[in-house]
């Protein structure tokens, strides 16, 4: 679905679109103001936000897109271009993962993971933020998690993946801090979306067991929207998972590997 902006409003491109904290961000731009640039993999899901949005008085692009193939960043971003659109505000949301020890995970899987949560999102980033830097304005949130403040045994790609986001976040929001351009990273904790699922870590302590709070995709899409808009370089979604995040940074490696080890492994 591709309709022609007819506004000043804004645009903001959002990926992983199709679901959870993605579209919960998209729904949260359109109700600020923003038109939007969705993309995701699946289609369906993509056009039934688009025409949610419009609700709200939302232009929307909606683009099917698979990040996990090696060239899609750049491929999104010249269709953006050839559209004739201007991000003001991007939303690298999309983002893989799977649960299991390391030697026993899908080679296949684990060069998805990697090439959705780093790759695409480094390049993504990269092709479109100079533009901004020349405007002397913009935006861009790149969503982490809170997997991203100790290793994670069960998930070690995905946690050491979602690390990277959160170094490169922090680093390139200090580069910009005088250009005009903020850069904010997100970082929920366990949220009620399809990752799990997909994942196969929903039986995991993370998400079953008493330990933590799971959150809605709603409730962390007004928190890091807000962190957004604030200008804020970090956003940990949740009271608790502020707390979590800091004591893994402050705990000896021994124990954040135990206790990240337990919360990752299936709930008894």
């Not at 999309?94 to 080679?107: L, N, S």
């Not at 079953?208 to 928190?223: D, H, L, N, P």
Request: hydrophobic share 50%; with cysteine; proline share 3%.
């Amino acid at each position: 679905m591709s309709v022609l902006r007819s506004s000043a409003r804004p645009l903001a491109l959002v990926t992983g679109a199709s679901s959870g904290i993605g579209a919960a961000l998209a729904r949260e731009l359109a109700r600020d103001g923003h038109d939007l640039v969705l993309a995701a993999r699946r289609a369906a899901p993509l056009r039934a936000l688009a025409e949610e949005l419009e609700v709200h008085g939302a232009t929307t692009t909606a683009i099917s897109i698979d990040l996990s193939k090696a060239g899609a960043a750049s491929d999104l971003a010249a269709d953006v271009h050839a559209r004739g659109l201007i991000v003001d505000t991007l939303v690298n949301a999309a983002g893989v993962g799977a649960h299991g020890r390391f030697d026993q995970a899908d080679p296949v899987r684990v060069g998805e993971i990697l090439q959705v949560n780093i790759v695409a999102l480094t390049e993504l980033t990269r092709l479109l933020l100079p533009a901004m830097v020349a405007r002397g304005r913009g935006r861009v949130m790149l969503v982490s998690s809170t997997a991203a403040f100790q290793p994670g045994p069960q998930m070690a790609v995905y946690c050491a993946t979602k690390a990277y986001v959160l170094s490169f976040g922090e680093a390139i929001a200090f580069e910009l801090r005088n250009s005009g351009v903020g850069v904010t990273t997100l970082c929920p904790g366990a949220t009620a979306t399809e990752f799990a699922g997909v994942a196969d870590a929903g039986g995991s302590t993370l998400f079953k067991g008493s330990a933590s709070a799971v959150m809605s995709a709603e409730a962390v899409a007004r928190i890091g929207y807000r962190g957004l808009k604030a200008g804020r370089r970090v956003v940990i979604a949740g009271g608790l998972n502020r707390i979590m995040a800091i004591a893994s940074r402050l705990s000896p490696p021994s124990l954040t590997l135990r206790i990240s080890n337990w919360m990752l492994s299936s709930a008894q």
